[in-house]
């Protein structure tokens, strides 16, 4: 069975600075798909990034980066240079090309202090 | 393209009474999930669909049931609601799995149900 583990229930960043979320994931397929998900107040669930298992490159969308470890099963979300609207609960999932599910961790709070 | 819309945004419930919940996609996606979301329990999966007239049993299936009619909706229904289904029903939907860049899950706004 898919686990997803976010160990971090609460973060806090200043604005300007760098965050990292962690999370961890146990699997025994070899082909799957990572993602890291954003819950502003607003409760819309919004795509941060993605990152497919078979890639070595890690994934990047302007101030989102991910650490892909695989042997380490981790996956990890940076942000740079932390805006107020990135204030929300984050969550990471995964999904396998041989399932037909997602699997979601418990998510990570995260707040940007001004 | 209006993406995934669910239908009502809130509502409250009493004891026993029933009700359903609409989600409509315009994507053409094959997969469709409903999920509640509990605070400090993150998503969990109730039923999803793999296509049209096909239902699965996710991790949390008691006291719901759903069915697929029409590839772009998805009804979830609570025969008997009890104050255990207050929460945040979030629908969701995506390609078929494993096509390569299609995976991706897309939600709907949510909604909000109270049971009192």
């Known amino acids: 069975a898919q686990t997803v583990t976010q160990s971090q229930p609460e973060m806090s960043v200043q604005e300007a600075e760098t965050v990292t979320l962690s999370c961890t994931y146990d699997t025994s397929e070899s082909n799957y798909y990572l993602f890291w998900y954003k819950q502003p107040p607003s409760r819309q669930m919004i795509l941060v990034i993605r990152?497919?298992?078979?890639?070595?490159q890690n994934a990047t969308e302007n101030r989102f980066s991910v650490n892909f470890q695989k042997a380490a099963k981790s996956f990890s979300l940076k942000i740079s240079d932390s805006q107020l609207g990135d204030t929300a609960m984050y969550f990471c999932a995964f999904t396998s090309n041989t399932g037909n599910q997602f699997y979601f961790g418990t998510g990570t709070s995260l707040t940007v202090i001004p | 393209n209006a993406g995934v819309t669910q239908t009502p945004k809130f509502r409250v419930l009493k004891t026993g009474q029933s009700m359903t919940l609409l989600c409509a996609q315009d994507m053409n996606h094959e997969y469709m999930y409903w999920y509640r979301q509990d605070p400090g329990m993150g998503l969990r999966l109730i039923h999803y669909?793999?296509?049209?007239?096909?239902?699965a049993k996710g991790e949390v299936p008691d006291g719901y049931n759903v069915s697929r009619l029409k590839k772009q909706n998805f009804l979830l229904g609570l025969e008997s609601a009890a104050p255990s289904q207050t929460s945040v029903y979030f629908c969701a939907s995506s390609y078929w799995l494993g096509t390569g860049d299609q995976e991706t899950q897309y939600f709907g706004p949510g909604t909000r149900l109270l049971v009192l």
């Open positions: 669909s793999v296509g049209e007239g096909t239902t």
């Open positions: 990152q497919e298992a078979y890639k070595q």
